[in-house]
């Protein structure tokens, strides 16, 4: 199969997940709330989920397409990867949902915020796994030759993305806040651009 | 009409459904949750009905690039066949629903995994159906002429797909949850890749 | 502006809005179901509202593709009508489901009836001013000159198009089913192939 | 990157955006809805709220491809703005149902007319760095050189577009309904084609 069909379909899911997460900001119910200022404040949680997660599909949409433009065709493991690559971003509207819900209630909100961080580490899990598939086990299927250190340098960058997933995960049962915040900063970090590429 | 348009718009609908697979996993309400962990593991059966949907339709992307990959243009009848597939694709968020909410209830457990196989045995049959008709029907639309013993051989292997979808049906009304459990490993034998692919 | 963009927003536009129109078949609450079967069978407006707005959308993306294929390049004019084509047929969903739940009712059916129908008959009339615009007044943009008998053939072959739901919208005030009858006729009627195109 | 690849995937967003609105219009609720017509026309708010959004997403998209298709390739600072572009645009769908379900309301009609139209003063903000980074700071990305006044021109050219929405944010304390109505006719006035483009 072509590169430019495997991302066609990835570019169309990963638009769509980014845009369905807007559906779980909710308007507060009218009926019930009785002040609007007071009612949006109070669900902060759902915008720094919505700013984080929408952020990091974006990273994801972005270094997806720095992979696969590496490659010249795709075989069926790729094609396998990336749908289990797909299966992780497809999830994040939920989990994104699911830690709102729960950031700020003393029931549940560590278990919801190791799903979120443990979300993401899945999604990095399978992202370096793609990596390791193309660059690692088969590159034959590369557009250009690399040598074997700058194909290995390359993965090891995409490696170090899981540590800060590793420890959100960690911290998600001592404080359900800090690993939030790691989620936050690393989509932050990853999302601004630097002096270098400006 | 030419194949890129075709392909676009599938894609774009297939992406789409299996994005929105995820709306049917919902928060557990924060109201009347006491504990997150079981009120999240009671509601596994949606969990294995979005994978094995998800996992369908990413096989269903991928074979349908192959077929539609060996033809030239399309025609209308093409377009029709294909607007049916794109159809059963189109209820699968609903058949997942419907069998995530009705699998562990001893009312209606058997009508919903017969709802979820059948909605897979109509995709799989219109399936062969495009199949036929590009193959067999109307071999000249083919981008790459092929012998009809071989054009007969890409045919057989796709209605043999439909198989496991019959005997899961039939075996609905006997166990839910063999149904179920059939689906999901089709899914799982297809979309993992052989030793002769990898 | 090239074609290809206005394809290709125009193809994500219909293949979200077929795509969602599935959100609209809903799961019957487990709680307040006694049988699963009755219930399904019970909501059968929604199925037949679904097939017809499925069906009548992929019509219109073939007709799209058509009439956007015969440009060399599009103006604002034409990207005036088109958008307003897709804000007709982004209503759909919103129309579907509103049939859907008044058809069996005393009190709503014939209105909900008429805006079903209604939106229908305006996609048709936004269909032909964007064809009015391509064929008649501006056929310069035309990526092959056509005469203007031909030009008048084929914009009048799309303005017959409109007669239907003409006469669906005017049958709603007397039968809500006739109206919706009559809706499905057309959509099953354009999408199967006839014996000169097979 | 290539631009091909930011337009396929800011046209997924954009498109999804724009489909997503019609999640925001609901079918009465039948069991409290006495006169459907009455209860359609109650909820006017939200067909107007729909209708600006709309128009103004696919202002957004016809402007972003003319903005792109000026470029060669893009670098990491066009896509980080272009990412911020397109989270406010994703915040749209909510931003659209908040202004409907308050509109009409004494307690934060105010606030939420001010969230909407400060909604739309963001995405021109987005739209203006995004302008600035392609035509002022970087423009050897340009595909096809241009004199400084030139830019500049253009460049204020989509400054000015951000006036409206300054008045209309201001006007949201005085006056909701005079607001929305700045934000819906800015729609109209960029969706018409004027005699010049026709």
Same mark, same amino acid.
């Given at each position: 199969m072509s590169t430019n069909r495997l991302e066609a379909f990835s570019d169309g899911v990963l638009a769509v997940a980014i845009t369905l @997460?807007? #559906? !779980?900001?909710k308007v507060p119910d009218p009926a019930n709330t009785a002040h609007l200022g007071t009612a949006l404040l109070s669900q902060w949680p759902i915008y720094v989920a919505y700013v984080t997660s929408f952020a990091t599909i974006g990273i994801i949409w972005i270094n997806h397409h720095a992979m696969i433009g590496r490659l010249r065709e795709v075989d069926h493991v790729i094609l396998f990867w990336n749908l289990l690559l797909l299966l992780s971003v497809g999830v994040l509207p939920f989990a994104t949902s699911l830690v709102a819900a729960? #950031?700020? @209630?003393? !029931?549940g909100q560590h278990l919801a915020a190791a799903i979120y961080s443990g979300a993401f580490l899945v999604m990095a899990l399978m992202f370096s796994a793609l990596n390791r598939q193309i @660059? #690692?086990?088969?590159? !034959? @299927? #590369?557009a250009v030759e690399l040598p074997e250190e700058r194909r290995r340098e390359i993965f090891n960058r995409a490696v170090i993305g899981i540590v800060p997933y590793v420890i959100a995960l960690a911290l998600a049962p001592v404080s359900a806040y800090a690993s939030l915040a790691i989620c936050a900063l690393v989509a932050v970090f990853y999302a601004t651009p630097r002096a270098s590429s400006s």
């Open positions: @997460l807007v #559906l !779980n900001i729960y #950031l700020k @209630l003393g !029931n @660059l #690692l086990v088969k590159p !034959n @299927l #590369l």
